[in-house]
């Protein structure tokens, strides 16, 4: 499309937001963009609309049909409320839950949404103030609700916002409602569909008593609370990032019977503009540095770290040489399942009936430890609502254990249906205490359970290509693995080949094809080799990405072997990529 053509439409799209259907503010910024010589921002604001996925909304704050603001949002629950009434047709009552966190404008959109819900004649649960995305999902069930949305954009720059849908399970909604509801969000056609005049008699504020009961919750799922009574004073360094871990994690600790939670004053400030770090995303090192500061200064045991709604946590521990080192979200993962499962085990509550679930991009060790333990584990698609969706099914069936993914989320109880940052701090606290128990620290318990399974390492790597020909390359890419299927990575044998775009798996030595149970296709490939290696490859379905998820196993037979199979792991990784080409 020429730029002139592609000016005029936005500029005739930017028009229509002129109206006086629009709110003063909006109307200026829309003619500051029509007026300015520099058209960059008119267009981005205009050239599309911000589109409602299966993930709901997520993107830049401001004016236009491309960015976050209450005509977007507005749209967004208007189409949600649209399908709640038709769906729910045969209930007296229908209701939802409303939670937001510490971002920029978060609170005036869960208001917006309050109102859109309330004038449409459903009943509004809506916190007082921000609160974690867990327990906004926690609420869903507890108070009976159909429905939920939080206004969230997780981790990503403070110049962004987001809305995610929730269904009656507490899950993120998954198929048929997610089209079902894009397809109603879609019909908003102007802003005079969207019904902002609420009904305040239909909007009740919660707060603390849903507080109460979601840590009484996660307190129910403490395994050793006599052991935390003989380590209650371990030193627990933690930070909320600016965000809403603030609300619940020192509280949760402390109730769970930890008397030495130091923060980080700098970082318990409520704010969107997350002052003191770049990215508030927990994954990162410069995210932790000022915790891992306060931890040197009181030679703490442990550093934890949220993300602005509490659904993800990072740790850091120090190693043998008394360093602060960064657990990824894999390795957190182990050493959560890892102590779940002995202890469910020791206190004779697996019956057979106990189930676990992964990612099928998170370590295949948690497997190991589930087969141990003789617990059944579950391998689905990347997104917690992937897990949700196998605690619905199995729900009063099987008992869910825990469950996690290697981007830093876990789930230690069944009452929430969404990764949980608040639970996962109770629990690895708790590890904590249990490893101090044994005369251990959270290293040599991780390493620990390399000596017991095998060292695994794992590698994201993502590949950028941008625009349309970008889009093209990363298609041929995967065009050209499924065309010419690799015999081997890093010299290994290809032994199982998984495509969850066909639901098919091969083994290439047999040429034995079998199906591949998932809910739905998915472009994913997957290799196995005969030393261990797992290799996934997937497009992004967010950014103009292709990524790559490795993970190879190396001998590691005393705990000072960590090192060394540690480096024979990197050296395989990239003989791995010579094998991808990449």
């Given at each position: 499309m020429e730029n002139s053509q592609l000016i005029q439409e936005v500029t005739a799209k930017a028009k229509v937001w002129l109206g006086s259907a629009y709110d003063e503010q909006t109307r200026a910024d829309v003619q500051r963009m029509l007026d300015a010589e520099d058209k960059t921002e008119l267009i981005e604001s205009f050239y599309r609309v911000l589109e409602f996925g299966t993930g709901g909304l997520r993107g830049i704050m401001g004016s236009g049909t491309n960015r976050m603001n209450r005509y977007t949002v507005g749209a967004a629950t208007q189409g949600l409320a649209n399908y709640l009434k038709k769906n729910f047709a045969n209930l007296q009552e229908i209701k939802v839950a409303i939670g937001h966190d510490c971002r920029n404008n978060s609170r005036l959109f869960a208001e917006i949404s309050a109102d859109i819900f309330s004038a449409n004649g459903i009943h509004v649960y809506l916190f007082e103030s921000l609160r974690p995305t867990p327990e906004m999902s926690f609420a869903i069930r507890h108070l009976g609700c159909q429905s939920g949305i939080i206004l969230t954009a997780s981790h990503n720059p403070k110049e962004y916002n987001g809305y995610k849908a929730y269904w009656d399970d507490g899950g993120q909604v998954i198929a048929p409602h997610d089209h079902n509801i894009i397809d109603e969000v879609n019909a908003i056609q102007s802003v005079s569909d969207i019904?902002?005049?609420?009904?305040?008699?239909?909007?009740?504020?919660?707060?603390?008593?849903?507080?109460?009961?979601?840590?009484?919750?996660?307190?129910?799922?403490?395994?050793?609370?006599?052991?935390?009574?003989?380590?209650?004073?371990?030193?627990?360094?933690?930070?909320?990032?600016?965000?809403?871990?603030?609300?619940?994690?020192?509280?949760?600790?402390?109730?769970?019977?930890?008397?030495?939670?130091?923060?980080?004053?700098?970082?318990?400030?409520?704010?969107?503009?997350?002052?003191?770090?770049?990215?508030?995303?927990?994954?990162?090192?410069?995210?932790?540095?000022?915790?891992?500061?306060?931890?040197?200064?009181?030679?703490?045991?442990?550093?934890?770290?949220?993300d602005p709604d509490a659904d993800r946590l990072g740790i850091a521990v120090k190693d043998d040489k008394g360093e602060w080192i960064l657990v990824s979200g894999n390795q957190n993962a182990l050493l959560i399942t890892n102590y779940m499962l002995k202890r469910w085990k020791e206190l004779g509550k697996l019956t057979g009936k106990e189930y676990m679930v992964k990612t099928i991009v998170t370590t295949e060790l948690l497997k190991d430890i589930a087969d141990k333990n003789g617990v059944e584990i579950y391998d689905v698609y990347t997104g917690f609502k992937w897990i949700a969706d196998v605690m619905l099914k199995n729900e009063g069936k099987k008992t869910f254990i825990c469950g996690g993914e290697e981007s830093y989320g876990f789930l230690v109880e069944d009452f929430v249906r969404d990764k949980d940052a608040v639970s996962a701090a109770a629990m690895v606290a708790e590890v904590l205490a249990w490893a101090k128990e044994q005369g251990k620290s959270l290293y040599e318990l991780l390493l620990d359970i390399y000596l017991e399974f095998g060292y695994s390492k794992e590698?994201?790597?993502?590949?950028?290509?941008?625009?349309?020909?970008?889009?093209?390359?990363?298609?041929?890419?995967?065009?050209?693995?499924?065309?010419?299927?690799?015999?081997?990575?890093?010299?290994?044998?290809?032994?199982?080949?998984?495509?969850?775009?066909?639901?098919?798996?091969?083994?290439?030595?047999?040429?034995?094809?079998?199906?591949?149970?998932?809910?739905?296709?998915?472009?994913?490939?997957?290799?196995?080799?005969?030393?261990?290696?797992?290799?996934?490859?997937?497009?992004?379905?967010?950014?103009?990405?292709?990524?790559?998820?490795?993970?190879?196993?190396?001998?590691?037979?005393?705990?000072?072997?960590?090192?060394?199979?540690?480096?024979?792991?990197?050296?395989?990784?990239?003989?791995?990529?010579?094998?991808?080409?990449?």
């Open positions: 019904k902002f005049s609420g009904n305040k008699q239909l909007i009740t504020i919660i707060g603390e008593e849903i507080d109460k009961a979601y840590i009484d919750g996660i307190l129910g799922v403490s395994l050793s609370p006599e052991v935390i009574k003989r380590h209650n004073d371990l030193k627990i360094v933690y930070t909320p990032i600016h965000g809403t871990g603030i609300k619940c994690i020192p509280r949760c600790l402390k109730a769970m019977g930890f008397t030495n939670i130091i923060d980080v004053p700098e970082q318990n400030v409520i704010s969107g503009d997350f002052p003191t770090v770049v990215s508030p995303n927990p994954e990162e090192p410069a995210a932790l540095s000022m915790a891992i500061a306060k931890a040197k200064e009181v030679d703490a045991d442990v550093v934890m770290a949220s590698k994201g790597i993502s590949i950028v290509r941008k625009g349309k020909s970008g889009a093209e390359e990363i298609q041929a890419m995967m065009d050209n693995y499924r065309a010419n299927p690799l015999k081997d990575l890093a010299g290994s044998p290809v032994t199982l080949i998984r495509d969850f775009k066909t639901l098919k798996s091969l083994n290439p030595a047999t040429g034995e094809v079998k199906d591949l149970v998932m809910p739905e296709p998915s472009n994913v490939l997957q290799y196995f080799t005969a030393d261990g290696t797992k290799v996934s490859v997937r497009p992004s379905g967010t950014e103009p990405k292709i990524k790559f998820y490795m993970e190879v196993r190396t001998p590691m037979a005393t705990r000072a072997d960590y090192a060394a199979a540690g480096a024979a792991a990197e050296e395989k990784i990239e003989k791995i990529k010579a094998s991808l080409g990449i």
